[in-house]
């Protein structure tokens, strides 16, 4: 039986499988290990990076059921993100070992807070709709706008998964829109179609204005008015849910924010892990705040778990204090 969301906010009846399948590319990330730039020729640190791979890190920690699929080279690269995610709890058996395409590598340049991406024909760019159909059982599914970019092949499968429903699962969209990646222009039709055609759709207001010219939280529900439930986050505002006719807004709570990357991870975690525990949907708001503020306070995509006490203060009765 499908797991789709409830009127209350929580998600119907569902049997067997993970909680949550992750579906995307994780790279190997290369990083000056200190705050030099990359022209500096520094030791580089090397760690694993990907979104919906650090989402489901994230989920793991919270403690999920989650699987990450994907797609990595034979290399050393491609062994260390499986020993990585297994080590984090996070089911791996569902990852297809590339013998002739390499994983994706990308560079951190902490000048500027440049990216260099190398994953033009890398494993997971031969992610296909045959890749679509080996997914395993699970209640939901998560995906981002990142991987309709990596490939056409990549592009076809995320549009069979979202608009053709080969699996019963709800449908989680992180938008995630990568410039460097593909320009706004060619990105918005797209990421819109994708977006109005999924259960669950997580962006950024300043992410949708740039890609559609939508300026405030309700334009972009306007503009995204198929999605079923859509989570606008607003930075240092605050983040709305809007369903149908209703919405919730929970404030972003002060943190001194060290480095963003992975907060939006991070966030999409905390309000799947409530949607799991079938909280209402302004609990995962708040348990999504809880989670990306991990993150804003160190340096890697992951920040450390929340104490478990606090994560259940969070559900039971919205309290993250």
């Known amino acids: 039986m499908t797991r789709r969301e409830g009127e209350d906010g929580a998600m119907t009846d569902a049997t067997g499988g993970f909680d949550v399948v992750c579906l995307g590319e994780s790279m190997a990330l290369l990083a000056p290990e200190s705050i030099g730039p990359l022209t500096d020729g520094t030791a580089l640190r090397l760690s694993v990076a990907g979104a919906e791979s650090n989402v489901a890190v994230n989920l793991a920690g919270l403690g999920a059921d989650v699987a990450w699929c994907g797609r990595v080279g034979a290399d050393p690269f491609g062994a260390m993100i499986i020993d990585r995610l297994s080590d984090a709890g996070v089911d791996v058996g569902s990852i297809q070992v590339d013998t002739t395409l390499p994983t994706g590598v990308y560079f951190k340049d902490p000048q500027g807070g440049t990216v260099y991406y190398y994953r033009s024909g890398s494993a997971a760019s031969a992610i296909d709709t045959s890749f679509i159909a080996r997914l395993p059982t699970t209640k939901l599914i998560h995906v981002s706008g990142i ?122 975690a905390g309000y799947l892990y409530a949607l799991t525990r079938n909280a209402h949907r302004e609990v995962g708001l708040r348990l999504g705040h809880l989670m990306a503020a991990a993150v804003l306070g160190v340096t890697g995509d992951i920040g450390p778990a929340p104490d478990p006490a606090q994560i259940e203060r969070v559900i039971t009765d919205g309290d993250g204090r």
Not at 214 to 223: C, E, K, L, N, W
């Open 147 to 268: 991987t309709p970019a990596l490939s056409p092949h990549c592009a076809e499968a995320v549009q069979h998964l979202i608009v053709d429903r080969p699996h019963p699962a709800t449908i989680s969209f992180d938008v995630n829109h990568r410039e460097k990646l593909w320009p706004a222009e060619f990105a918005a039709p797209v990421l819109r179609r994708l977006a109005n055609a999924s259960d669950l759709v997580f962006v950024g207001r300043d992410e949708a204005e740039n890609l559609w010219g939508t300026a405030t939280p309700q334009q972009v529900r306007d503009h995204l008015d198929q999605v079923a439930t859509l989570v606008v986050k607003d930075g240092a505002v605050g983040a709305t849910v809007y369903c149908g006719n209703d919405e919730w807004f929970v404030p972003t709570p002060p943190v001194t924010v060290v480095e963003p990357v992975g907060a939006g991870d991070a966030f999409a």
